[in-house]
């Protein structure tokens, strides 16, 4: 019954999402079927194991609203009956936890500003890290878990605000203008978060097969359109029936194959770090190897290639930043002589703004 309700929950979210682009009913309804694809998903499968009434394993959810380790209360003393000496004893575990942190925010906002998703918006990575430091020192305070990127999710995220082309020809795809940038979705998103603390006699009923399933989808989707995984499907097919790829036009199909075999090297040597309890402590460590691992592709590949394959920030010129200056300093001279001089300016012949 497990194995059915987990796969039932992965099939209907995956076939449901993709209603979007089927020929049947009106294109809102098939949109919003698609967006509500795997609240659907949880809602059936789960009613379908109510009424089955096979016992399945249930999320376990606190029946009260308290700390869930009895005799403490909601703030947490920093020393309590530690020794003064535990301060600096914590600072070596302290340092890894917060390596984990800064490259868990960093590594999953450059994936979110990728190219591709065609973002306008400027992104705010020293800002997003400063939140999320802040509520680490509440959270840790309150004795509550950390605050993290969580890549998957994030990714999702960006997927289901995805902007499409309405008109398109019969049997073609539609065409990708862009992601909707907005803050509501999030803030709708965490409010109900904390809501669900009022509802744990509703979520106590949803078997945790219906969980793993949805948690499958989820990591399924954030794969489609992922370049390292695209690089490492084309490994197994034909030259003739590769696709279309910008990374395949401009590289040697060896030199993409290199670079996607060490990096899947790399994830190898994570994941093996990560699995086992005596060399978990060292994966903070380990994503710091990868920064000299990063530093070593540039004896073996070009700029060119690295620019293309990994995506490298562009460098600015320094006829480009004079631009920029000179840009800067104009507008804040014409603000100026605006607040003087009022909004009427004196245009010489060859067409320049001189300020009186």
Not at 45 to 54: E, H, K, P, R, W
Not at 223 to 232: D, K, S
Not at 252 to 267: D, E, K, N, S, Y
Not at 285 to 300: N, S, Y
Request: hydrophobic share 45%; net charge positive; glycine share 4%.
């Amino acid at each position: 019954m497990s194995i059915l309700l987990f796969m039932g929950t992965y099939l209907i979210s995956r076939q449901l999402k993709e209603f979007k682009s089927s020929l049947y009913f009106p294109s809102n309804i098939r949109l919003l079927i698609s967006d509500f694809a795997v609240t659907i998903a949880i809602v059936s499968m789960s009613m379908l194991d109510f009424y089955v009434g096979i016992p399945t394993p249930k999320l376990v959810v606190p029946k009260t609203f308290e700390p869930t380790l009895p005799g403490r209360g909601w703030m947490i003393p920093p020393l309590k009956n530690n020794p003064w000496i535990s301060v600096f004893i914590a600072i070596p575990p302290a340092l890894l936890g917060t390596i984990l942190i800064f490259m868990d925010q960093q590594i999953t906002a450059v994936i979110v500003n990728r190219k591709q998703h065609k973002l306008k918006k400027g992104c705010g990575y020293h800002l997003d890290l400063f939140v999320i430091s802040i509520l680490i020192q509440v959270c840790s305070c309150m004795g509550l878990p950390w605050f993290v990127a969580a890549t998957v999710p994030s990714i999702n995220h960006v997927n289901s605000l995805k902007l499409e082309s309405e008109l398109a020809a019969p049997g073609e795809k539609q065409t990708f203008l862009g992601v909707r940038e907005q803050r509501v979705t999030h803030i709708l998103i965490f409010s109900t978060v904390g809501l669900s603390v009022f509802l744990t006699p509703i979520l106590g009923f949803i078997p945790m097969p219906v969980l793993y399933g949805i948690f499958l989808f989820m990591g399924a989707e954030s794969l489609r359109g992922l370049e390292l995984f695209n690089r490492i499907l084309i490994m197994f097919i034909p030259s003739k029936y590769q696709p279309d790829y910008q990374f395949l036009r401009e590289i040697p199909i060896g030199r993409v194959h290199l670079f996607t075999i060490i990096q899947l090297a790399c994830l190898l040597c994570l994941w093996t770090v990560k699995s086992f309890s005596s060399t978990s402590i060292l994966f903070p460590l380990m994503l710091v190897v990868m920064i000299a691992v990063r530093k070593f592709l540039d004896q073996i590949f070009t700029q060119q290639e690295l620019r293309v394959l990994d995506d490298i920030m562009p460098q600015i010129s320094s006829e480009d930043q004079k631009k920029r200056s000179d840009k800067k300093n104009m507008s804040a001279i014409s603000k100026i002589s605006h607040y003087i001089l009022g909004p009427k300016l004196i245009k010489t012949e060859k067409h320049k703004v001189e300020l009186c």
